[in-house]
């Protein structure tokens, strides 16, 4: 990664020096072809607009040397006497020196053309962090104040009832204060990973290991959520290891399965698969909710994104771009489809990448 | 019998104030230290049953205070952690901590923790025992026989290894490094491939449905655990 930044310099560098070399080069070729060294006047104009392309396509050093390299060539070819660096004529002199004028008055106006072009476009990007700025403060001061105020309500109907509240409107109170508080606990954990995910904070530690392992430490830890669902799981017992970072799969596991959960009636059946297929290995889950409208397949990923059904005091529309972010992370992509018969499937494909590092066998009997 | 005692290592007053509540009615008695020095100075005076361990205190780091403590006692050790805080958690875990729970965490889930850190203190004492059990589980220390069900299990050395480590800390977690450590060697280290790959095999021949462990429990970034209740 750090070697990088300089073989790209050099190859630029390169590609740079050839454009303001070959154009020049073209130029001459062409002028020959199509005037001869009857019309000096139109011969010029082929290398001026020779050099107009370069500067309007590789910038200010590249446009000044094929200007140099122009003059040269026009003076070497097309100007007495030829196939000489020579000079006889002062007329000509002052030719070279009209072009080379010309030639770097186009190169700085294409260049302030750029740089306007540059800064537009930043405009337009920190309009567009402004905007998700925005976005994310608006979402996350709504989810967090909505189960705040239930917390906040509902302990101090615990704390200053007169008369006395009965056992089961008490159980009832306390039972929404831990509701509540988990979602809490759930949006901030979001906004944790999302802002680490984002700012590229997060370090993927990739091992070879089965997927099962972390299929079962997800469902395990879903086991509440997931109470009075059947959840189907189908792993081929064939599956190759996979190189994931078990931590950050799991994450993302377990906001499939808590966006299945929350999204989807309850009671309703689960299935999750893994298959390998084409070099990858896909984790599909798949339910029998309502599924998802056709023109939001893709919208759903992104950033604070929620169905226009779904409402406050989810994730603060944050799990399925959590999501996306730890299965690009691994260099893989994640999609979801509607099914047959009704419900939604959420897939993502993880690269294989190579194969495992070979274990010494084990000794003895 | 007198009361179990507990101490607890953690200088934000909130949790002291929720868990001095929670666990008046349920039989523990604790003691509280709000910095590193406190709690070592009071778990050497108190001699608690069980320490509960923050890992962020304003004075030593908890890793430390850990690592000190297991100089002279063997009083189980529970780790408090934040999310975020893994690496000290492991840390903490391989300098000699016995489980550790993330914060925020349920009065149940502490209960849990505190109950399988109380049985091993017990069977610590008495090492004899040859048999483990668990559900139908059954492994045979002295004729290294293991059964489910009543019917052998067939495991290759390093699987027998591996299933009595996990089972000789049975409810504790136990981290990549310290399971490598102890069935591969000290060589293997950091070879968690072979955990992997092993423990895979283990689940095939002890697990009906390896995808949902009964027993052999996945600790996704820190290890595994022999799950007993």
């Given amino acids: 990664m750090s070697r990088r930044p300089s073989s790209g310099l050099v190859a630029r560098t390169t590609r740079f020096a050839g454009a303001g070399t070959v154009t020049p080069l073209l130029a001459t070729a062409a002028a020959w072809l199509l005037f001869g060294r009857r019309q000096l006047a139109d011969v010029v104009m082929i290398y001026l607009l020779g050099i107009i392309v370069v500067s309007l396509r590789f910038g200010y050093g590249p446009s000044i040397l094929a200007a140099v390299l122009s003059v040269l060539l026009l003076d070497f070819f097309f100007v007495p006497p030829y196939l000489s660096f020579a000079v006889s004529d002062f007329q000509h002199v002052v030719m070279f020196g009209v072009m080379f004028v010309v030639a770097v008055v186009i190169s700085h106006l294409t260049r302030r053309v750029r740089l306007q072009d540059e800064q537009a476009h930043r405009a337009s990007s920190q309009m567009e962090a402004e905007r998700l700025r925005n976005a994310l403060l608006s979402s996350v001061s709504h989810d967090l104040r909505t189960p705040l105020s239930v917390i906040t309500g509902a302990a101090s109907a615990l704390l200053r009832s007169a008369p006395p509240l009965d056992p089961a409107a008490r159980s009832d109170l306390a039972e929404t204060i831990h509701e509540e508080a988990q979602r809490l606990d759930r949006l901030v954990r979001n906004l944790l990973d999302m802002t680490r995910l984002a700012s590229g904070a997060v370090h993927v530690a990739k091992e070879w290991q089965a997927i099962e392992g972390v299929v079962g430490a997800a469902l395990g830890r879903l086991a509440e959520p997931l109470r009075g669902r059947s959840v189907e799981v189908r792993i081929s017992p064939a599956l190759p290891s996979v190189p ?32 390998a297929a084409d070099g990858t290995v896909v984790v ?15 919208r759903i990923f992104e950033k604070f994104y929620r169905l226009p059904r779904e409402g406050a005091g989810g994730g603060g529309g944050l799990g399925l771009a959590i999501c996306r972010g730890i299965v690009e992370a691994h260099g893989g992509r994640i999609w979801a489809e509607n099914r047959e018969g009704g419900g939604a499937v959420f897939r993502f494909a993880l690269p294989l990448g190579g194969t495992p590092p070979e274990l010494r066998p084990e000794e003895g009997p | 019998m007198s009361a179990r005692t507990l101490l607890l290592i953690d200088d934000e007053p909130q949790v002291l104030r929720f868990l001095r509540s929670s666990l008046a009615s349920t039989g523990y008695r604790l003691f509280e230290a709000a910095t590193g020095q406190a709690g070592l100075a009071e778990a050497a005076a108190r001699r608690p049953d069980i320490i509960l361990l923050d890992l962020g205190l304003p004075d030593i780091d908890g890793i430390e205070v850990a690592r000190r403590l297991r100089e002279w006692t063997e009083t189980p050790i529970i780790v408090l952690s934040a999310r975020g805080q893994d690496q000290d958690k492991i840390a903490a875990l391989d300098a000699g901590a016995d489980d550790y729970l993330t914060k925020p965490f349920s009065l149940p889930e502490l209960l849990a923790r505190i109950r399988v850190a109380e049985r091993h203190a017990e069977q610590l004492g008495d090492k004899k025992d040859a048999i483990f059990t668990l559900d139908d589980l059954r492994i045979d220390l002295a004729s290294r026989v293991v059964t489910l069900g009543g019917d052998e299990v067939r495991l290759t050395p390093i699987e027998y290894k591996l299933l009595t480590t996990l089972a000789r800390k049975a409810g504790h977690v136990l981290t990549y490094q310290q399971l490598l450590k ?12 072979y955990l992997h790959v092993y423990m895979g095999h283990l689940r095939n021949k002890l697990e009906r449905d390896p995808a949902r462990p009964r027993f052999l429990v996945t600790e996704s970034g820190v290890g595994y655990r022999l799950k007993v209740e």
């Fill in chain 1, 284 to 298: 599909a889950l798949a339910d029998r909710g309502p599924g998802i409208p056709g023109e939001l397949m893709d």
């Fill in chain 2, 182 to 193: 102890d069935v591969w060697g000290p060589r293997y280290a950091t070879q968690k491939q």
């Fill in chain 1, 244 to 275: 994931i970072d078990d931590l950050l799969i799991e994450q993302a596991l377990i906001n499939l399965l808590e966006n299945a959960a929350k999204y989807t009636p309850q009671g309703t059946p689960l299935e999750l698969s893994a298959d």
